[in-house]
């Protein structure tokens, strides 16, 4: 038997197509249960590497015979050693190219739709953290919204379509991701774009984005409108393209809302956010489609793989929106949510240009799950 691997890619088509797929996870229990990789149609079994030094005879019967079989671990070296004891035992099975390290940087392109003037609207998935990043692309020029350190997918795709990344926007600064935009606009000549309420500290030149700016991409005129919308953090803007598309940052998701509290200041902000949700979403057209940065649960990708629901939609269904009493909006935003994400201070002394850690201490930073919502 063989020792096959499987890409972050291929098990991105198995997510979005809903396939089945057998994990085995080789890391220790507490990193399984504080981050792994999810499918609709996944099952799991997390036995860590060191138990299987004597080999893999105790977990036989525990493998299906009519699933194919991955065999995860966090960088690799670990589910290699497994896949092959599993094989010797006559089992066929795949190990995760580059690990959790791996899944966690790969980065899925969707095209979400056409523009009414020609041009393009992408997401860029991040199917292991929960991250979207997006492009608006018209007439061979780009804008790039919210995008992650791993610059080289998007200056790489701007190429194959033909097109030159002229600007570069953060809806906000985050702080449970490191932002590529500014490296990004460095590495293109593009000009890039922050909220200045959220670049107070910043080290580093940038363009003030403002309520209300409109910046036009290509020669067919696409607008991309700012909309000041604080609440997550107090700089935090929102973008309506082509008045067909709201790109609302980490303010609105598709199953949830923004938490107001990465910077230590929940209760000052939860009045900011339940006014940006409440009243200046609320005088949004209904049919505006909803492209937020995060997803927080598998079951949100759409059959295509993109994230994305009607304004309306989300203000029937989603609970965050749907809180008449503002004392219980307040306790559950400022009182109800989930751990800080990994090294956010960290993070978000990166993304001012505070500290300039080197890519493997970025790449542990970042380790972990999406936590940019109130549960």
Known sequence: MTVSMMASKEVTKKVINKEPLFILDVRNESDFNDWK????????????????????SGIIDMLPKDKDILVV???????????????????TVFYLKGGMKAWSEYLEPIKVG??????????FVRIGKGCLSYMVVSNGDAALIDATRMTDVYVDFADTVGARITHVFDTHLH????????????KTGATYWLPPKDAT??????????DGNDVVIGNTTIHIQALYSPGHT?????????????????ILFIDSIGRPDLAGKAEDWVGDLRETLYSKYRALSDELIVLPAHFMIIDELNEDGTIAKNLGALFAENHGLNMQDEEEFRKMVTENLPPQPNAYQEIRETNMGKIAPDEEKQREMEIGPNRCAVR
């Open 201 to 210: 500290e910043v080290a580093f030149e940038y363009r003030p984005l403002v």
């Open 234 to 250: 107090i700089g935090s803007t929102s973008f309506i393209v082509d008045e067909k598309y709201l790109l609302s940052g980490d």
């Open 73 to 91: 671990c966090a960088k690799e070296g670990s589910s290699v050693m497994v896949a092959e004891m599993l094989s010797e035992a006559g089992w």
């Open 37 to 56: 990789m999810e499918g609709v149609n996944f099952q799991y079994l997390n036995v860590p590497y060191f138990e299987l030094l004597d080999g893999v």
């Open 175 to 186: 702080a449970d991701h490191i932002s590529g935009g500014r490296h990004i606009a460095e």
């Open 114 to 123: 056409d523009l009414n003037d020609g041009g393009e609207l992408y997401q």
